[in-house]
């Protein structure tokens, strides 16, 4: 006889969030059994070989954009624009998600809320002006859960974007402040020296 165990053991076993077994069962893709108290009961060796990712046809283009700064806010519109004509230009239904924040920070909202569509299997295709945008070390690894999860990736631009000196300095110098801070009264005054050097050689790039 199969086991039958509540939602919050269920969305653990499955990978997925209780909020995606809730829309599953609200969209008719999973029915679980009801106790006589009305809650939710899920045979989740039944449910394994059924969750795959919802048809390529029923699943959403997402359009992702990102820099770093707030001074960079009309790069960040001229990316829209660029993904915007790319999406409509192939007929694609679409939404953009954009973020401003550093492409070190993996805790981004946008950038949150995307993966957790790609792997709840809610997106079909993720497009992108460049590469780096969606993240500067291990967008490669967000790429392998794509093709895991059948998701199209397209790359508009696959040469350097012209703003990556400018941005890896940003990012450098937002490891030098954590670095420092975590040697702070801790370490040499050699180290602190260190420090603030290739800071100081961070602004330079950044500003050149």
């Not at 953009?96 to 997106?123: F, P, Q, T």
């Amino acid at each position: 006889m199969s086991k039958l165990v509540p939602i919050g053991a269920a969305a653990k076993a499955l990978g997925v969030s209780t909020s995606t077994l809730r829309r599953w069962e609200a969209a008719g893709r999973l029915a679980p059994t009801r106790t006589e108290g009305g809650q939710r009961r899920y045979d989740v060796a039944a449910l394994l070989p059924g969750i795959r990712p919802a048809p390529q046809s029923h699943r959403k283009t997402v359009a992702y954009a990102r820099v770093s700064s707030h001074d960079q806010r009309a790069d960040l519109e001229r990316q829209k624009q660029v993904l915007e004509l790319h999406c409509a230009s192939h007929g694609w239904t679409f939404e953009v998600v954009s973020d401003l924040g550093s492409g070190m920070n993996y805790h981004k909202k946008g950038l949150k809320n995307l993966l957790d569509d790609i792997i709840e299997g809610n997106v079909g295709r993720l497009v992108l002006t460049h590469k780096d945008r969606l993240l500067r070390f291990g967008a490669e690894l967000v790429f392998a859960l794509c093709q895991a999860r059948q998701v199209e990736v397209v790359v508009i631009n696959q040469g350097a974007d012209n703003s990556f000196e400018q941005e890896l300095a940003g990012d450098v110098l937002e490891m030098m402040t954590v670095f420092s801070a975590k040697l702070h009264g801790s370490r040499s005054h050699r180290n602190q020296k260190l420090i603030d050097s290739m800071r100081k050689a961070a602004r330079e790039a950044q500003c050149s």
